[in-house]
Nanobody, 126 residues
Framework: QVQLAESGGGFVQTGGSLRLSCQAS????????MGWFRQVPGKEREFAAG????????WYADSVKGRFTISRDNAKNTVYLQMNSLKPEDTAVYYC???????????????????WGQGAQVTVSS
């Protein structure tokens, strides 16, 4: 059974940076796609960034492209989301997720991901 645990959220001013970590435990993940999503109260959860575990290929939502970087560390079974040039509209709970049925492509849809972490709050002040 795969379990995900996020860490690294917090409070930062506009223009600042934060790095989120997602520690994965359980079965091996080399065949998975991993994603970072975010959600604000009253809105649907939205895709931010994804990565193919086997080769590290990333993909991003347009809203974060050029500011966020997703990466993974195989030895630590950890996926990271480096967030730079943060804006107030980036304020949200950020969730790490795994698509264990991943085959190919760049999944962005919430329903494609079957395992989720508990979430980490990121607050960006103006």
């Amino acid at each position: 059974q795969v379990q995900l645990a996020e860490s690294g959220g917090g409070f930062v001013q506009t223009g600042g940076s934060l790095r989120l970590s997602c520690q994965a435990s359980g079965r091996t993940f080399s065949a998975y796609a991993m994603g970072w999503f975010r959600q604000v109260p009253g809105k649907e959860r939205e895709f931010a960034a994804g990565i193919r575990w086997r080769d590290g290929s990333p993909w991003y939502a347009d809203s974060v492209k050029g500011r966020f970087t997703i990466s993974r560390d195989n030895a630590k079974n950890t996926v990271y989301l480096q967030m730079n040039s943060l804006k107030p509209e980036d304020t949200a709970v950020y969730y790490c997720a795994a698509d264990k049925a991943f085959n190919d492509g760049a999944p962005r849809l919430v329903y494609l991901y079957d395992t989720w972490g508990q979430g980490a709050q990121v607050t960006v002040s103006s």
